[in-house]
């Protein structure tokens, strides 16, 4: 089956194609505050794309940006005694954006290009649109004319006569036409700009940002040409695949695709695809209203491997909730799919496996499995659907443990195969982790404590018994006593 997609631009699922390497381009974030798990959801699903496409074969060119050029990062200068300017404000958040991002085990771009870097390119593609036309200065800034565009309205699907002015409201007597939208501004960035993103009082100097040289004036890159210049100068002016949020379709998307074609004059991007938002307590999930949870907070409560499985739980298309529910699912769902692995591992790797057992119904289970996995993904990276193939896996490889007696190890071995190249290749899931040092010295800590409340028990302690269970409990470790003894897995 081949890959299918739902591309933005047409509304229609289309069969994905790209010749030789697949560029792949993800409008990244705007370093003016801590990274959030909705930032997080669209690295997440840029990353599945780009394993899941590697996966079947094709070599994966994949940018990401950072936008370090804008009013919000500079309005936070001076909040910090080291944060004199507008640099220091965006290096403290790309730093943190970086961090979270390995934090989430996502695979490395092949670049991740900064405005800053690159307002040479930004300065050249404007001078293009302005040769041919499709830009005007005015009062040294530069405008994209949206009239000169045919297709503009194309991927929102809306007529330029209904649109609203776009840009600052002290834009407007420079343009020609209210939907306009700046490709350089004059000068940094305006007091009212920097006041309205303010998260405290400047006093009498308010910061106005870096600025740049130009033919036009001394002045400041628009926000929508940053991401033209720098995915044409790193992977060509035709990209195989554009993605970002879905709130990125207008007015940024609309624009990047406007005036990269009018300046190349090919196809700016084959296929557009559009994460859905996380919404938290009813809302988007979103620095200015203040309902976010942080990378580095979710990762240190939940774990990578919650917080990924937590993603896989709906499709890339749909808006997404954090809540008390889907996040108990999510933790379920890592617990039986790790729980069965190490399981796998064990039967795998015991005395009891054999060359010539052999469980038909566990040699199915894997390759249905492996078949569900893969038409799932192809069905436009249905994760939820992905999931549950591997969930389905866990039921097989429990049924065959729990009744052999002699273990068919080459069915065995394809299972662990499976989790570890669907689950753990593809989905990005840390099949194993848990053996690491940090973890095998819980296990030890814990250990002792059960001791301890073994012999509380035998003394006939058994209220003390109790209190070192529920301290347990309170930092993650849920004991089960049976016959045999007690056991615990972390929560």
């Known amino acids: ?36 798990l909705g930032h997080a959801r669209l690295w997440f699903h840029a990353d599945v794309v780009h394993r899941w496409l590697e996966h079947l074969g094709y070599d994966v060119r994949h940018v990401e940006n950072v936008t370090d050029v804008n ?24 730093a943190e954006v970086f961090e979270s991002m390995r934090g989430l085990n996502l695979k490395r771009a092949e670049v991740y290009p900064r405005v800053t870097e690159h307002v040479p390119e930004i300065v050249e593609l404007v001078e293009t649109l302005v040769e041919k036309g499709y830009a005007y200065e005015s009062k040294g800034s530069v405008y994209f004319d949206v009239t000169c565009f045919d297709d503009y309205g194309a991927l929102s699907n809306q007529q330029v006569e209904d649109l609203e002015a776009q840009g600052e409201a002290d834009e407007r007597s420079e343009k020609r036409n209210p939907a306009d939208f700046a490709l350089w501004k ?45 995915s044409t100068t790193h992977l060509g002016d035709t990209l195989d695949i554009h993605m970002g949020g879905r709130d990125l379709v207008f007015p940024h998307h609309e624009n990047e695709i406007a005036q990269s074609e009018a300046a190349t004059g090919d196809e700016f991007a084959r296929h557009w695809l559009h994460v859905g938002l996380l919404s938290m307590e009813g809302e988007k999930m979103s620095s200015s209203i203040g309902n976010f949870w942080t990378v580095p907070d979710a990762l240190e409560e939940l774990g990578v491997n919650v917080v990924r499985t ?67 993904m192809n069905d436009d990276f249905n994760l939820r659907e992905a999931t549950t193939a591997l969930l389905d896996l866990t039921d097989a490889v429990n049924r065959h443990v729990d009744a052999a007696d002699d273990y068919d190890y080459r069915g065995l071995r394809r299972a662990v195969e499976t989790f570890e190249t669907l689950g753990g290749d593809v989905l990005g899931l840390q099949f194993g982790a848990e053996t690491d040092g940090e973890v095998e010295l819980a296990g030890e800590l814990v250990e002792l404590v059960l001791s301890l409340r073994e012999e509380a028990r035998e003394a006939g302690e058994y209220e003390r018994a109790d209190e070192l269970r529920d301290a347990l409990s309170e930092v993650g470790v849920e004991v089960e006593d049976s016959p045999d003894g007690a056991t615990y897995r972390f929560e």
């Open 310 to 376: 937590f993603y896989a739980g709906a499709g890339y298309r749909s808006e997404q909730a954090l809540t008390e529910e889907t996040m108990a699912e999510a933790k379920e769902r890592w617990d039986r799919l790790s729980r069965t692995y190490e399981r796998a591992v064990d039967a795998l790797d015991s005395t009891d496996a054999h060359t010539k057992a052999t469980d038909e119904a566990l040699r199915v289970g894997v390759e249905e499995t492996r078949e569900n996995f893969a038409a799932a």
């Open 1 to 36: 089956m081949s890959l299918v997609v739902t591309d933005t631009l047409s509304d229609e699922r289309v069969e994905f194609t790209a010749d030789g390497d697949v560029t792949l381009y993800v409008c990244g974030l705007t370093v003016s505050d801590d990274p959030h």
């Open 186 to 230: 004059a000068g940094g960035v305006s007091e009212t700009a920097a006041r309205e993103h303010a998260k405290h009082d400047h006093g009498a100097e308010t910061p106005s940002g870096e600025t740049w040289d130009s033919p036009w004036s001394e002045g400041r890159p628009g926000w929508h040409v940053e991401c033209s210049a720098m």
């Open 71 to 94: 009013e919000k990062i500079t309005a936070r200068v001076g909040e910090r005694d080291d944060w004199d300017a507008e640099r220091d404000v965006a290096e403290t958040f790309t």
